[in-house]
Nanobody, 128 residues
Framework: QVQLVESGGRLVQAGGSLRLSCVASGRSFNSYVVAWFRQAAGKEREFVAGVNQDGAIDYTDSIKGRFTISRDNGKNTVYLQMNSLKSEDTARYYC??????????????????????WGQGTQVTVSS
């Protein structure tokens, strides 16, 4: 079992930066794939960025060059550094995790249904 707690969301002006944190409890954190998803009002939850057990990273196209995901296994924490924020980045951001497998070495899932552990989310609001 893994419990995830997100923090760092707040109101920020367009063009600003935020760093979200996801702290995990439980052992063997380094054997989990961890991802950030977001859900805007009235929209489906969507994949933002993920990092697998080997440190390989994937991003959705809309945030490439602006967001950076990183993990610190010693602190059981995954970060999402968000720069050049836009109003369309406004959403509730969720941390998700699932046990790594042989296949996640090669392909990281972007599907909500493939992640079994979720945090409560942290709200990011970007004012224009």
């Amino acid at each position: 079992q893994v419990q995830l707690v997100e923090s760092g969301g707040r109101l920020v002006q367009a063009g600003g930066s935020l760093r979200l944190s996801c702290v995990a409890s439980g052992r063997s954190f380094n054997s989990y794939v961890v991802a950030w998803f977001r859900q805007a009002a009235g929209k489906e939850r969507e994949f933002v960025a993920g990092v697998n057990q080997d440190g390989a990273i994937d991003y959705t196209d809309s945030i490439k060059g602006r967001f950076t995901i990183s993990r610190d296994n010693g602190k059981n924490t995954v970060y999402l550094q968000m720069n050049s924020l836009k109003s369309e980045d406004t959403a509730r951001y969720y941390c998700a995790a699932d046990a790594a497998t042989y296949y996640t070495t090669f392909l990281m899932s972007t599907q909500v249904s493939d992640y079994g552990f979720w945090g409560q989310g942290t709200q990011v609001t970007v004012s224009s």
